[in-house]
């Protein structure tokens, strides 16, 4: 049985290539994207950075999640490291061509008794990561502003 859930993310122009984006969670939070030099100014990060910054998180997350939540092991603060490449396609334009992602686990992990176990299967639960490895629909439509009304 499929279960859909979906989520919203609103993005509004500022200034040249600045985007207000706003997240549908309740504390209401909100960032700032934007594209770097010389294109725009880069106040924020870009898509892709958001793209790796996702993945990353996402692989992190699921880790500390096995290790924590599901058999309660006593682990520090885990850091993770995302590294994007892009390269140009036969027209020309960059795509994100792979994106590796260093999870430092803290002092004593290796004391862990169920690291291996959580090793083998935590990439499996993200979302993120097992999305964009398989190709991710993407529909999209250009709405004309609609008149005003007088």
């Known amino acids: 049985m499929s279960e859909d859930k979906t989520f919203t993310v609103q993005l509004e122009q500022g200034e040249g290539f600045e985007f207000h984006v706003r997240f549908d969670v309740p504390s209401g939070a909100e ?78 992990a290796e004391a862990l008794k169920y690291l291996d176990r959580c090793l083998e299967q935590f990439e499996d639960f993200c979302v993120v990561t097992e999305s964009i490895r398989h190709g991710i629909p993407v529909s999209v439509k250009v709405l004309e502003p609609s008149p005003e009304k007088a």
């Open 31 to 108: 960032a700032l994207l934007d594209e770097p030099v010389p294109l725009g100014k880069g106040n924020g990060p870009n898509a892709v950075r958001l793209v790796a910054a996702a993945v990353g998180n996402c692989l992190a997350s699921g880790l500390v999640f096995c290790l924590r939540n599901k058999f309660r092991e006593n682990l520090g603060r885990v850091r993770a490291t995302a590294v994007g490449r892009l390269e140009r396609n036969v027209l020309g334009r960059y795509r994100i061509a792979g994106i590796e992602v260093s999870i430092a686990l803290p002092e004593g």
